[in-house]
C-alpha cells in the first residue's frame, strides 16, 4: 500500500457512506458510485481485530460536480437492505496526543 504524502487524492471530493450493511465489500460501493462519476477510490472500513465491516466508507471522485450528484441522488438509497448515508467526509484534524 502507498506511504503518506503525495496527497493524489483531494478530500474535497471524498464523500462518507453510512449505515452499510456487513455483506457491502469494496467493489459494490465503487460499482454503485461509478453510476455517478469516476471513482478513484472506494473503501469499506473493516475493524483491525474481527476483520468484520465497520458499517462505513470512503468513495473518492475526481471532481466536486461527481460529489454532488453522488450526494443528491445516492443519500438515503436502499443498499442491501440498509438505507445509506451519503455526506462529503470531514477532514479529520490530527489532534495532539494528551499524555
Do not use: C, H
Not at 471530493?13 to 478513484?40: A, C, I, M, P, R
Not at 471532481?63 to 437492505?81: F, K, R, T
Request: hydrophobic share 30%; glycine share 16%; charged share 25%.
Amino acid at each position: 500500500m502507498g506511504g503518506g504524502g503525495g496527497g493524489s487524492f483531494d478530500s474535497g471530493n471524498k464523500l462518507y457512506v453510512g449505515n452499510l450493511s456487513w455483506g457491502v465489500d469494496n467493489s459494490t460501493l465503487e460499482n454503485l458510485f461509478s453510476e455517478q462519476g469516476t471513482v478513484l477510490d472506494a473503501k469499506v472500513i473493516y475493524d483491525r481485530d474481527s476483520g468484520r465491516s465497520r458499517g462505513f466508507g470512503f468513495v473518492t471522485y475526481g471532481s466536486a460536480d461527481e460529489v454532488n450528484n453522488a450526494i443528491s441522488n445516492l443519500d438515503g438509497v436502499d443498499l442491501d437492505g440498509r438505507q445509506i448515508r451519503v455526506t462529503v467526509a470531514e477532514s479529520k484534524p490530527r489532534e495532539p496526543r494528551r499524555y
